[in-house]
């Protein structure tokens, strides 16, 4: 399962595409020119226990790193993933 990012506007996502359909999908919106809001995360029941949502985390705190952004998580699963992971705190806005 590949994890792809699309962007439209100040929208973007990252995602898992399965037949046409996203059946996981971290969302985020751009807020000025070097912060990313995380609002929502979900993983479809059927990918449950496989990772799946810290996977998509760690797309965006890359995709942060590779672009100089920082990262507030207002999605509560993506907070409670970066808060308790060290590794990530560089990207924390």
């Known amino acids: ?12 996502a990252f995602f898992i ?8 999908e971290l969302t985020y919106i751009r807020n000025g020119p070097s912060t990313i809001v995380i609002d929502h995360t979900e993983v479809d029941e059927k990918l449950a226990g496989q990772g799946i949502g810290k996977k998509l985390v760690e797309s965006a705190v890359e995709f942060a790193r590779a672009n100089g952004l920082k ?8 907070r409670k993933v970066i808060d308790s992971t060290p590794e990530y705190q560089d990207v924390l806005a």
Request: proline share 7%; hydrophobic share 30%.
């Open 71 to 78: 990262i507030k998580p207002l999605c509560p699963y993506a």
């Open 17 to 24: 595409d399965e037949d046409g359909e996203w059946v996981a």
């Open 1 to 12: 399962m590949e994890i792809q990012r699309e962007e439209h506007g100040r929208q973007g």
